[in-house]
C-alpha cells in the first residue's frame, strides 16, 4: 500500500502543495495551500455543542457556542489549512439542530445521521483564565439504525477523499469499539489511507488494520499503562510497541518537549516555538488534522511533522479548539526542527 509522501499514491495524482527546501527545510507556497487541495474525511462518534463564558477587554461576561470534540476540532483545522474535511458524526435533539447551524457557519463540510438521543452539552467558566467545567452531559449511545449509517457515512467519505482520520469519543462506551476496528479494517483493505488519534481500547481495536499513521500522547499513554516513564528508553519502546503492534508511522506529543516522531526504521525530534499559551485544549488534535493534511497532499513525512507541529503550537495562543490561520501555520512550519534521534 503507497505510504506517505509515495510519488505512486491516488492522492499524489490527484495533487498536492509544492514544497522547496530552504532554512528550516521547509517552504510552502501560499497559493497551493490557500486552494482547496487534499481531501479528508473525520469519523468523529461524538459531536458536543460547547457554551463558554468569557472575560471580554472591558471586564464584561459574553457567551460562545460554538460545536466541540475531537473530530470537529481536527475538521476545523484542516478546513482552516485549504483542505477539504468531511465531518462524519450523528446529530439529535435541539443541540443537534444548533450543531448543524454551526457548523455550515463555519464552513465545515458534514456527511451527518439523524440521532433521537441529543447530542451532549458542555457548559464550562473561562472568565477567570482557567477552564471550570459547570456541566458536561454524557454523549448519547447510537442506536443499531443510526451506527449504522454513521459507519456507512464514514466509509463513503473515507473512500472518496482516500484519506480517513479515526477520531475519539471523550468517553469509554459512547460506541461500540468493535465499530472501530471493523471501520478500519473495511477502509483499509480498499486501499484509503488512516490516521488514527485515539487512546484506550479504541485505540487497540484500530491497531489490528495497520493504521497509516497513529498519533498519540505521552500523558494518555501513561493512563493507558503504554508508558511507564519520561525516559529515551521508555519513550523509544512505547513506539516500538505501536509499532510492533500495526502502527506503520508514530507520533507521540509530549507537550512542551516537542513530540518524537518514527518511520518505522528511524526516530526523529520534532521541536517547535514554544509560544505564550492562551489555551492548550485542542493543540493535539491541530497536530493530528495537519498531519493528515499533509498525508493527502503527498507531502514526505518530515514535512507533514513540520506541518502538525506549527499547527499544535499555533493553536495553543487561541481561546478557540483547532483554529489557526493557514498563513501563520506555514510561517511557523519554518522554524520547526527536524532531526534524528542521537544514539
Request: aromatic content about 2%; some cysteine; hydrophobic content about 40%.
Amino acid at each position: 500500500m503507497p505510504g506517505p509522501g509515495n510519488p505512486e499514491s491516488g492522492v499524489d495524482r490527484v495533487g498536492r502543495a509544492r514544497f522547496a527546501r530552504r532554512d528550516s527545510g521547509y517552504r510552502a507556497e501560499m497559493g497551493e495551500l490557500r486552494g482547496h487541495e487534499g481531501a479528508i474525511a473525520v469519523f468523529a462518534p461524538v459531536t458536543i455543542l460547547t457554551v463558554t463564558l468569557e472575560r471580554t477587554a472591558d471586564d464584561e461576561a459574553e457567551v460562545h457556542v460554538h460545536p466541540g470534540g475531537q473530530g470537529v476540532w481536527q475538521a476545523r483545522m484542516a478546513t482552516s489549512l485549504g483542505a477539504r474535511a468531511v465531518l462524519c458524526t450523528p446529530l439529535g435533539g435541539e443541540p443537534g439542530i444548533v450543531l448543524r447551524a454551526l457548523l455550515d457557519e463555519e464552513g465545515i463540510e458534514r456527511s451527518d445521521v439523524d440521532l433521537e438521543a441529543p447530542n451532549a452539552t458542555w457548559i464550562q467558566d473561562r472568565r477567570g483564565g482557567e477552564r471550570e467545567t459547570w456541566w458536561e452531559g454524557d454523549p448519547p449511545v447510537p442506536g443499531r439504525h443510526a451506527l449504522d449509517e454513521l459507519y456507512s457515512a464514514a466509509l463513503a467519505a473515507g473512500l472518496e477523499c482516500g484519506v480517513c482520520v479515526l477520531a475519539g469519543t471523550h468517553r469509554a462506551g459512547a460506541i461500540d469499539v468493535d465499530t472501530y476496528r471493523r471501520l478500519a479494517g473495511d477502509l483499509r483493505a480498499a486501499g484509503v489511507r488512516i490516521v488514527a488519534d485515539l487512546t484506550g481500547d479504541e485505540l487497540e481495536a484500530v491497531l489490528e488494520s495497520g493504521p497509516d499513521i497513529v498519533k498519540v500522547s505521552d500523558d494518555d499513554m501513561r493512563r493507558d499503562g503504554r508508558l511507564g516513564g519520561t525516559g529515551h528508553a521508555e519513550v523509544d519502546a512505547l513506539v516500538a510497541g505501536l509499532h510492533a503492534d500495526g502502527a506503520q508511522h508514530v507520533l507521540v506529543s509530549c507537550a512542551d518537549a516537542g513530540a518524537l516522531a518514527s518511520d518505522g526504521t528511524s526516530l526523529h525530534e520534532v521541536r517547535q516555538p514554544l509560544l505564550d499559551v492562551a489555551d492548550s485544549r485542542g493543540a493535539g488534535d491541530s497536530m493530528t488534522a495537519a498531519v493528515a493534511v499533509g498525508l493527502s497532499r503527498g507531502l514526505p513525512w518530515a514535512d507533514m511533522l513540520r506541518l502538525g507541529a506549527a499547527a499544535a503550537a499555533l493553536n495553543v495562543t487561541r481561546h478557540g479548539s483547532g483554529t489557526g490561520r493557514a498563513d501563520a501555520v506555514i510561517e511557523l512550519a519554518k522554524r520547526v526542527t527536524v532531526e534524528a534521534r542521537a544514539a
